[in-house]
């Protein structure tokens, strides 16, 4: 049997090319999935060869890869949890070993000033609570005042660390508090004692994110100046024991002040390669606000790196690169957006930077709440439209062979495959070399048959490119290993 065993070098025509976007055909319909489902997705992430979506306050679905609903998860592929004589909300989830952990607050029924729990529930693989975790699968922070648990962060053994906030309603004075608990959802009275710290600081702090950082983490939170003149960013590097880190900015502060008149609000950040990236908003009157996505270097904080005006309801993403996703919020078409780290628009992202949708006419409300870039450069998109859940899958599409070198004479079929592609229109040519590379340019070794055939059974699902030297020609199509 004549097999060629190759390795792919990405000519520089492919390289100097822009990401085109379109529709992912193996998704959905034609790479679209529309529901009647009343959700709007706020959070998510990929996990074996899933999709998880969390909206509402308390609802979960599970989505396959192909766009399919899994109705083996919860009730019929969805879950809504709630507690009884409770308000459950869920602000957002991550995964860790095969479970789903979800965090935010739990009210007790009555009127609004009622004080909160922190809570941590844990999730299961197949959406039922996990009954060995703290009190049939809810682990509830408590200490007689209003908590709120706004981030996690796990360690290797399970146990994790929950950033919150501890209020006295009568007196309006937020505090930090990080509480570890163990893997069977109880607090770890080795962790200060008590199972958690708190944090005093001279004026009210509101808590945001927990980031791991070389073995340590970094703790994000962020006030008003006293003047509301500005809004501040509040850094702290926390060893294991719960010790600021004297090495880190000014005894373990490092404080970012964004000159802002008016009333503040940050609704996230991000930390990725020693930057912090922050979405806020910002009101003085009617006429002064605005929402924007500032980003900071830590090693020099005092300098702004990048900055790009947002929407209130946008969700963004950071790329290993640096580079960041946005979306234009759902009160528009269903867009998304990628900006280099100054803020600028990444033009080589679908030729201009942003890729948009609709599912329905223009005046109808629709727009994207959530999305999730795999490795591949494939994105999904979800949102609603007309109040409803709908979805989309975008990937790099075909790059057609004159981009290369001439016109092409052959064809690869089927398209999408799973274990065997076949080339139709090389019977009467000289091939020379055949190659794959997937979307990310890397190399990839493939064999060819004397059928024609190539053997794609052992490549994960995406988007590739298939290079062809036959007769001093090149020639490079795309396929989808479904």
Known sequence: MRQFYLFFAVCSAFLGKGQDMDLDLTFGTNGVVTTNYFFAPKSGF?????????GGNSDFTRYNFNGTLDSSFGDAGFLNLSVP?????????????????????????????????GIVVKLQSNGQLDPTFGQNGMAIFDLGTSETINDIAFNDDGSFYAFANKTQLTQYDDQLVVCKFLP??????????????????????????????????ILASHKDSADFSKIIIVLMKMDASGNLSPNFG???????????????????????????????????SAFQQGSLLHVYDISAPSALVGSCP???????????????????????????????????????????????????LPTVSEGASFFYQHEDGSILITGKANNRLNMLRISNSTLSTADVNGESSFSVYPNPA???LHLKGTENLMVEKISITDISGKTIEVELYNDHSIDISKLQRGVYFLNVIAEEKSYTLKFIKS
């Open 46 to 54: 990929f996990e074996n060869n899933q999709y998880y979506l969390l």
């Open 85 to 117: 004589n409770n308000t459950l909300t869920l602000g957002n989830m991550k995964p860790n070993n095969g479970a789903i952990y979800a965090y935010g607050t739990l009210r007790p029924n009555g009127t609004p000033s009622q004080p909160t729990n």
């Open 184 to 217: 069977n959802g109880t607090l770890d009275t080795q962790f200060n004692s008590i199972g958690y710290k708190i944090f005093d600081y001279p004026s009210q702090l509101t808590a945001v994110g927990i980031y791991p950082s070389d073995g340590q983490f």
């Open 250 to 284: 000014n005894n373990g502060e490092i404080q970012i002040s964004i000159q802002k008149n008016g009333s503040k609000s940050v609704y996230k950040m991000q930390f990725v390669n020693n930057k912090i990236y922050c979405h806020f908003y910002w009101g003085f």
């Open 310 to 360: 947002m929407n209130d309801d946008s969700y963004f993403s950071v790329l290993d690169s640096g580079k960041f996703m946005i979306s234009k919020g759902t009160d528009y078409s269903y867009e998304i957006n990628r900006k280099n780290l100054d803020g600028t628009t990444d033009i080589t992202f679908d030729n201009d930077g942003s890729f948009l949708y609709d599912f329905a």
């Open 418 to 420: 799973s274990q065997q």
